[in-house]
């Protein structure tokens, strides 16, 4: 995976997401001890949705942000956009799934027309992504001026004393608790080389700033290797 670059490491994206997406909920809370659940609030606290919003959760997966935040607000349209149609899927299985809006969706290049929403989040997605500033830019876009954006991912650990320990989870455990549960161990290798090989959040932060977005902060959690980023346009 580590070799893949362009529109063949989308491809391989999308497929592996599309391989574990009937587990990849249950992965979540089991590799992070379920903290996923309370960052994703904290990403909704920082987008600070208000009735009669328009909200967009970018990378959607499952619905996970979704969700939630169709539970924070009565939202004017909540939509839910991926481009692997199974993580999306699942989601409609779930309670209250037909109140998402789901959409087929590339993060770089949005089917939405300029200014339309109010905020966009996305949960794991930016590491994903082949070209970081297009999919902020096409964010950007979307948004509406004084609209929102935050994001929740992966950062690569600092080099401290708690890196071999951070390095044997991500590498060892991580992998090999995926391959018990989907089959799909190479999915949950590539977990800890896309983290390594992302932008830290500093960099991340530069990034969204260079694309025109202001008052950007972060924050990170777990050790340090995840940060919730956010902005406004």
Known sequence: ????????????VQGMFARIAGRYDLMNRLMTFGQDVGWRNIVLDKAQLKPGDSYLDLGTGTGDLAFAANERAPLEMCVGGDFTVEMMFVGQERPKGKEIAWSGTDALNLPFPEDNFDVVTSGFLMRNVIDVQRAFEEQYRVLKDGGRIVVLDTTPPADNFLKPFINFHM??????????????????NYLPDSTQGFLKAEQLA????????????????NFGTIAIHWGVK
Not at 1 to 12: C, D, I
Not at 209 to 216: A, L, M, T
Request: cysteine-free; hydrophobic content about 40%; overall charge positive.
């Open 1 to 12: 995976m580590a070799h893949l670059s362009g529109t063949e490491r989308a491809q391989y």
């Open 206 to 221: 530069i990034r969204m700033r260079e694309v025109g977005f202001r008052d950007v902060g972060f924050k990170r959690l």
């Open 171 to 188: 590498h060892t455990v991580i992998p090999t608790i995926g391959k018990v549960l989907t089959g799909a161990g190479d999915a949950y």
